[in-house]
């Protein structure tokens, strides 16, 4: 079975920064695009984040300039560098990749990381 592990979430003041880590684990042969999504109280789960395997990457508006997502494809892992973080970025992030086992790929998603930023 394949599981994308999360960490690094936390609680940090506004003007801050946190690293957050996801790393797919189990018989995984290629992870495709892999991306950070994350969803508020009483929200709906936005994009945050998405990179591909050669390094294409997409961003929300409201991240652009203040968060970096790359990758270690050799770790089969996706980071999520936040900087200048703002009270309105607190949510449960959510990574996810597309797995490829043998010949089949299939989205697999972390079970969420807490990131509180405080006012």
């Known amino acids: 079975q394949v599981q994308l592990v999360e960490s690094g979430g936390g609680l940090v003041q506004a003007g801050g920064s946190l690293r957050l880590s996801c790393a797919a684990a189990g018989r995984i042969f290629k992870v495709d695009t892999m991306g950070w999504y994350r969803q508020a109280p009483g929200k709906q789960r936005d994009l945050v984040a998405t990179i591909t395997y050669g390094g294409s990457i997409t961003y929300a508006d409201s991240v652009k300039g203040r968060f970096t997502i790359s990758r270690d494809n050799a770790k089969n892992t996706v980071y999520l560098q936040m900087n200048s973080l703002k009270p309105e970025d607190t949510a449960v992030y959510y990574c996810?990749?597309?797995?490829?086992?043998?010949?089949?790929?299939?989205?697999?998603w972390g079970q969420g990381t807490q990131v509180t930023v405080s006012s």
């Open positions: 996810n990749g597309e797995v490829w086992m043998l010949y089949d790929k299939k989205t697999y």
